[in-house]
């Protein structure tokens, strides 16, 4: 490995902690493409962050950001935001991204040039209709699953078709978009930020802000669920593409955001505490899940129980309740399955190595983790 490939491993680990452990089940030359992708974007999302850029300058660097991918020089040195050092130091990413095959290449500077112009469209609006929620999850993350795709289908270890599709994939991000979106509540009001489409909210409220104050909550909750509600339809989507999936490293790296995406939901669904804290998964339950999610029995298994916990809570009362029982009901058939559980002894040798691999290496960064799952459902 050479010294400033290293150094993009370290910027890996130190900007996502534990997506990195994930990354580390990928073949050698799929694993370098995608850590450059996820840095590349990591920068990208680093400037749409940064509140301290003035809007056109902003707006400039985000419709031209692909193009510094070319220019050795390029870097940014006057952010604030957390993960900075990927901008300062991007003449080492730009290094290794131009030493990868053309054939990645051409998938990252193409989404990344997508996404960047997204970010620009929705810095000067706010999401009001459902149509731009979903238009703004496609940008943030629907085009992140059609990248990953496509280098999925370009490294040879999936179908061409598999890259070919970009409805799949999309669902697949705006899954675990509007999860994170949900969960994250409380944290972007603190921030100044609204993500939940106003065609939702203003049914329940006059300002997204007074779903915080208690007296609102019983509205908040019934808003909430409605948002979870229209999450949960991506699901058959979710199933059916890493049904597709052949490589088990591939899969792996597919699977685990998307289960750990179902236990969050089933987590925040009417669940009062999204307004007032921070509802996360505990990390016995991250690791349980990353050992789990191994084969697509084993998926449709955990997809299943986290369906069922939602179905149990589901209010009579709620304005959403008809459409969830349905969406539920839905999930339930897709995911039903012989066995409750899969057993070892019909798992291979190769099905396991994977996994316990997958688990040791999680749990050494989960460890370190206040918050071990936000980065899995956060993906990119």
């Known amino acids: 490995m050479s010294p400033s490939l290293r150094i993009c491993y370290q910027y890996l680990n130190q900007t996502s902690r534990s997506f990195a452990a994930v990354i580390q089940g990928l073949d050698d030359e799929l694993r370098h493409a995608v850590c450059i992708f996820y840095l590349v974007l990591r920068a990208l999302d680093t400037v749409e962050d940064d509140m301290t850029i003035p809007l056109p300058e902003k707006i400039s660097m985000l419709h031209n950001f692909h193009s510094y991918l070319y220019d050795a020089k390029w870097k940014y040195t006057e952010s604030r935001e957390k993960d900075r050092r990927v901008l300062e130091d991007f003449p080492t990413i730009t290094l290794e991204f131009r030493k990868l095959a053309q054939v990645y290449r051409d998938v990252i500077k193409d989404i990344c040039q997508q996404m960047g112009r997204g970010m620009a469209e929705f810095l000067e609006k706010k999401v009001g209709t459902l149509a731009e929620w979903d238009r703004y999850c496609h940008y943030v993350a629907g085009l992140v699953g059609i990248g990953l795709s496509r280098l999925f289908s370009a490294s040879e270890l ?21 999860t994170n979106i949900i969960r994250d509540y409380l944290e972007d009001q603190q921030d100044g930020r609204e993500f939940w489409p106003k065609e939702v909210w203003e049914k329940y409220a006059q300002k997204l802000s007074d779903f915080a104050v208690p007296e609102n909550l019983d509205s908040a909750v019934k808003c909430l669920n409605e948002l979870v509600t229209n999450a949960l339809q991506h699901v058959p989507d979710v199933l059916t ?21 179902m236990a969050t939901l089933a987590a925040c669904y009417n669940n009062p505490h999204v307004f007032s804290d921070v509802v996360k998964i505990r990390k016995g339950q991250a690791v349980t899940l990353m050992m789990g999610a191994t084969n697509m029995e084993a ?8 369906c069922k916990e939602i179905q149990l809570r589901i209010p009579m009362s709620d304005p959403s309740t008809t459409h969830i029982q349905e969406i539920t009901g839905n999930i339930s058939r897709l995911t039903l399955t012989n066995s409750p559980f899969v057993s070892r002894a019909y798992l291979s040798p190769v099905y396991l190595s994977c996994a316990m691999l ?7 960064y989960l460890s370190t983790l206040s918050q071990p799952s936000d980065e899995y459902i956060k993906g990119l």
């Not at 997958?358 to 050494?364: D, K």
Request: net charge positive; glycine share 6%; aromatic share 10%.
């Open 158 to 178: 999936e179908d061409p078709i598999l890259g070919q599709d970009t409805s799949l994939p999309n669902s697949m991000g705006l899954f675990l978009q509007k």
């Open 241 to 261: 593409y890493l049904s597709r999936l052949k490589n088990q490293s591939v899969f792996n790296f597919c699977a685990i955001p998307q289960v750990m995406g």
């Open 299 to 306: 998926v449709k298994n955990i997809m299943h129980q986290y």
């Open 358 to 364: 997958l688990v040791a290496l999680s749990w050494q």
